[in-house]
């Protein structure tokens, strides 16, 4: 789910790489405040290890809070963020030098420390997303929030749930 502006960005990005023979896979977009917060006291407890080597492996988890990873307040619970990935259009996954959620130094938009593929694969996705009116954490290549998102200051909590929503916006 997204906000109304973010999804018609989204779409301005995807036709733009559609023309280029590339095409885009949403990992995230809206998340509810509480899976942000059970996200905090996951990385706040030294024994909870579950994750912790695919995701983080190199990073201390008390060190993942701040602005480069872990907010109080997502940009994903106002619904105007979207994780995101650069793919063929049959929806190959390309080679981003990092998965997705990978918490490292080499998960910065612009770390020198890849393969030119991937690098070049990172240029294409920033270039159409900022295009698109999106603006990139420089810490994560795949997260990208709306600029002048309509709810800059709101953390939505509604789960994503057809009963939330409403079953005619779910029916298709």
């Known amino acids: 789910m997204l906000t109304l502006p973010a ?29 942000g917060d059970h996200m905090r006291r996951w990385a706040r407890d030294p024994y909870q290890q579950a994750g912790k080597e695919q995701y983080v492996p190199r990073v201390p988890k008390d060190r993942l809070f701040g602005p480069d990873h872990i907010h109080a307040h997502s940009g994903h619970s106002r619904g105007s963020t979207v994780d995101i990935t650069l793919t063929t259009p049959d929806g190959t996954f390309l080679d981003m030098g990092t998965p997705f959620d990978f918490f490292d130094p080499r ?11 991937a690098r070049e694969h990172r240029r294409l996705l920033h270039h159409a997303m900022t295009w698109a009116g999106f603006h990139n954490l420089p810490t994560e290549w795949w997260h990208f929030t709306l600029d002048g998102e309509p709810f800059p200051h709101t953390c939505f909590d509604f789960p994503a749930t057809r009963a939330a929503l409403g079953a005619d916006l779910c029916a298709a």
């Open 7 to 35: 999804a018609r960005a989204l779409s301005r990005a995807q036709h733009l790489l559609t023309r280029n023979g590339y095409a885009l896979t949403l990992f995230d977009g809206y998340r509810p405040q509480r899976a």
């Open 107 to 117: 998960s910065r938009t612009d770390h020198p420390d890849i393969a030119p593929a």
